[in-house]
């Protein structure tokens, strides 16, 4: 069965630090997959997303994703966090009309 | 801006009420979707319309009831509803396939069911 999952529901790093969130999936073939952002009062936005190519995506605000077809995951990144940052990242696999969502991950980004 | 605008933003309703969500695309879009997001679980994507036809309807229970008048519109009629159906409502537009193309999310609407 197809499925999204994101192991971390809560993660705190502070501003300036590097940020690694995770995502793993399971789906028959080889899907699009995307990370969206949810600010607090407010609808997703894309970060970005991958079909084929090269396997290090870049995105908007200064984030990344790596993907990784040997151990299924499509894991998000960014060097340096800063403060507005802070919100729930969702990871996605889509194919065709089909969309899966991960259960999100938050991020608090302390001063 | 996102260009997709939801009314109301919050709504409360008791189980035998009658009540709609209306959601508007300025995207010149295709596709429209219906999530629900309820607290710490995944999206579910309830109903996708392309070209004002519905495409998927994953088992969601008739109380929730979609319209999609024209390419620019979508409404989730709502009716007799259980307090577990209280969430956070979502709605999205895209110029393709759900799976495929970026989907535009608007703001959601709050619903809570006493």
């Known amino acids: 069965a197809q499925s999204v999952t994101q192991p971390d529901i809560h993660i705190t790093v502070s501003e300036g630090a590097s940020l690694e969130l995770r995502c793993n999936y399971s789906?028959?073939?080889?899907?699009?997959l995307f990370w969206y952002v949810q600010s607090p009062g407010q609808g997703l936005q894309l970060l970005l997303k991958y079909f084929s190519g090269d396997t290090l995506v870049q995105g908007i605000k200064g984030f990344e994703a790596e993907f990784k077809r040997s151990q299924s995951s499509f894991n998000l990144r960014k060097p340096s966090v800063h403060w507005s940052d802070a919100a729930e990242y969702f990871c996605?696999?889509?194919?065709?009309?089909?969309?899966?969502f991960g259960a999100g991950t938050r991020l608090t980004v302390k001063p | 801006e996102t260009g997709v605008t939801q009314t109301p933003r919050h709504l409360v309703m008791g189980m035998t009420n009658k009540k709609s969500l209306k959601c508007e695309q300025h995207?010149?879009?295709?596709?429209m979707y219906w999530y629900k997001q309820s607290a710490k679980k995944p999206l579910e994507l309830m109903f996708v319309y392309s070209l004002e036809e519905r495409v998927e309807n994953n088992s969601v229970p008739s109380r929730f009831s979609p319209e999609c008048p024209n390419s620019s519109h979508l409404f989730l009629h709502l009716h007799t509803l259980q307090p577990e159906d209280s969430a956070l409502y979502l709605c999205?537009?895209?110029?393709?396939?759900?799976?495929?193309?970026?989907?535009?999310f608007g703001p959601g609407t709050r619903l809570t069911v006493l």
């Open positions: 999205a537009s895209s110029r393709g396939l759900a799976g495929v193309d970026t989907q535009y």
């Open positions: 789906y028959g073939a080889t899907p699009y």
């Open positions: 995207l010149g879009h295709n596709a």
């Open positions: 996605a696999v889509g194919f065709s009309n089909d969309m899966r």
